[in-house]
Nanobody, 120 residues
Framework: VQLVESGGGLVEVGGSLRLSCATSSSVSAMGWFRQVPGKEREFVAAIGRSGTGAYYLDSVKGRFTISRDVNTVYLQMNSLKPEDTAVYYC???????????????????WGQGTQVTVSS
């Protein structure tokens, strides 16, 4: 399973970015994680196969929206803050995962990562 990400970049505080991640394989849940140097990869959002059942990291609720179109997942990020700066990774699994699964080990496939930098 290959995951190809796009859409990262540099944005000012309060700005918006949209990340995309596409796969040609059939997968079940898809999600986004982020990581800064020296810290563990952090769950951001995930969504089920049908594009329903989205759930989020508390600190991004109301600002980020995950959506899905078959095998492409999007992360719309609004009202960005400096603390959102990280490398963002797309993730996917072919296995059943309970709603709310947010550990990196719950996802089996990963994209290459895309840098998001929010300048203050």
């Amino acid at each position: 399973v290959q995951l190809v990400e796009s859409g990262g970049g540099l944005v000012e505080v309060g700005g918006s970015l949209r990340l995309s991640c596409a796969t040609s394989s059939s997968v079940s849940a898809m999600g986004w994680f982020r990581q800064v140097p020296g810290k563990e990869r952090e769950f951001v959002a995930a969504i089920g196969r049908s594009g329903t059942g989205a759930y989020y990291l508390d600190s991004v609720k109301g600002r980020f929206t995950i959506s899905r179109d078959v095998n492409t997942v999007y992360l719309q990020m609004n009202s960005l803050k400096p603390e959102d700066t990280a490398v963002y990774y797309c993730s996917a699994t072919r296995m059943f995962r309970p709603y709310g699964s947010r550990q990196a080990r719950d996802f089996d496939y990963w994209g290459q990562g895309t840098q998001v930098t929010v300048s203050s």
